[in-house]
């Protein structure tokens, strides 16, 4: 069965501070895997993709990276903003891109 | 950066009653999904929409559910007879080609009553 498991489920850190978010899938045939962050009430906000072959992918203060062999992928977040505070989102896409597989996302809270 | 549009943000409904929530994906993109989100639940996906035609639901997508992309910008989600357990943020999204990104919009809220 295709699923994305992420932990922590949630997650306080205070400003400045990085974390680590994980996830794990074993969504077969892999396409790629990105990660999202969602404010509450709003859509999802793209923030890396990467395909098996990729191993990192930075956006700013976020690095995402990608073991497609043992099916994980961590995102960091370096120097944190209370803006930060939201769901973070593990979506993984199977080959032909008809389906996307989302994680129940790891809520964050960032605090002064 | 290009958006996808919903509309409404907020639907109320009574139970039984069909509701359309309307999108409008970004213009050149080709692929078109629905997704829908329960209050603190994960994202689900419901439907796929290439070339004018599905090309993947779940099992939560069942005959009271039907999408359509009646004059080439719009895309529709439809709901025929409302439920209590559909009342949930309602996503529409769209890529252009694989690999790159998928937009989301804001969503619609819909509330059934």
């Known amino acids: 069965k295709n699923q994305v498991e992420q932990s922590p489920q949630s997650l306080i850190i205070l400003e400045g501070k990085n974390c680590t978010l994980q996830c794990n899938y074993t969504v077969s045939p892999f396409s790629n895997l990105r990660w999202y962050k969602q404010d509450t009430g709003r859509g999802p906000v793209s923030l890396t993709i990467m395909t098996f072959s990729e191993n990192t992918k930075s956006n700013g203060r976020y690095t995402a990276t990608l073991d497609a062999d043992t099916k994980q992928s961590s995102l960091h977040i370096t120097a944190s903003q209370l803006s930060d505070s939201a769901s973070y989102i593990c979506?993984?896409?199977?080959?032909?891109?008809?389906?996307?597989?989302f994680g129940s996302g790891t809520k964050l809270n960032v605090k002064p | 950066e290009p958006e996808v549009t919903q509309t409404p943000s907020h639907q109320v409904t009574q139970m039984g009653q069909e509701v359309i929530l309307r999108c409008v994906p970004i213009?050149?993109?080709?692929?078109f999904y629905w997704y829908r989100q329960i209050l603190g639940q994960k994202v689900e996906f419901l439907v796929s929409f290439y070339n004018n035609e599905i090309s993947e639901k779940s099992e939560i997508f069942d005959d009271q559910f039907s999408v359509e992309r009646p004059d080439g910008s719009n895309f529709t989600l439809k709901i025929r007879s409302t439920k209590l357990e559909d009342s949930a943020m309602y996503f529409c999204a769209s890529l252009r080609t694989r690999g790159e990104k998928l937009f989301f919009g804001s969503g619609t809220q819909l509330s059934v009553l």
């Open positions: 979506v993984v896409s199977e080959d032909n891109f008809n389906k996307f597989y």
């Open positions: 213009s050149n993109h080709l692929y």
